[in-house]
């Protein structure tokens, strides 16, 4: 998963599109050093490499 800096400030609805990809805000750490992410069905998602207030497109594997 990999965080694409451009799209930074551009975080206005977190839909997912037809790959799967969704975009969203990483809003904490976790104590092991994983970002904490929101996934758009509810789910909170764990992500390594970002840090917090990074914005990113993501997609579950």
Known sequence: ?????TSIGRIQGLAM???GEFEARVRDLTPKGLGVIDHPDGRVV???GVWPGDVGLFRLT
Request: hydrophobic letters at 55%; glycine letters at 0%.
């Open 1 to 5: 998963m990999a965080v694409d800096s």
């Open 17 to 19: 599109d037809a790959t």
């Open 46 to 48: 764990f992500v390594p």
